[in-house]
Nanobody, 112 residues
Framework: VQLQASGGGLVRPGGSLRLSCAAS???????MGWYRQAPGRERELVAQ???????TYSGSVEGRFTISRDNAKNTMYLQMNSLIPEDTAVYYC????????WGPGTLVTVSS
């Protein structure tokens, strides 16, 4: 499975973005997650979703981000609202257990 994250960009504080993660090569399965890596920091998991659609969020994004998936389209999404500068990072998608190869991610920059 090859994963391609998209939808990043430059947004002002308080703004919104919707990221997409498209899988090709095969159907993605299992618990999927959105990760992010800010400059000089380690990659962190910010949201995950089971194959049945049950989400879990890190404390830093809960209430602002919403993860979803469409298994029929082999696509996962991350709706990000009320963005703050600390959300600036490269965002990646992957499976939590037995991860696939990492894609290049999509850059989100929150700045005025």
């Amino acid at each position: 499975v090859q994963l391609q994250a998209s939808g990043g960009g430059l947004v002002r504080p308080g703004g919104s973005l919707r990221l997409s993660c498209a899988a090709s090569g095969n159907t993605f399965s299992g618990v999927m997650g959105w990760y992010r890596q800010a400059p000089g920091r380690e990659r962190e998991l910010v949201a995950q979703i089971t194959s049945g659609g049950i989400p879990t969020y890190s404390g830093s994004v809960e209430g602002r981000f919403t993860i979803s998936r469409d298994n029929a389209k082999n696509t996962m999404y991350l709706q990000m609202n009320s963005l703050i500068p600390e959300d600036t990072a490269v965002y990646y998608c992957n499976r939590l257990f037995r991860p696939y190869s990492w894609g290049p991610g999509t850059l989100v920059t929150v700045s005025s």
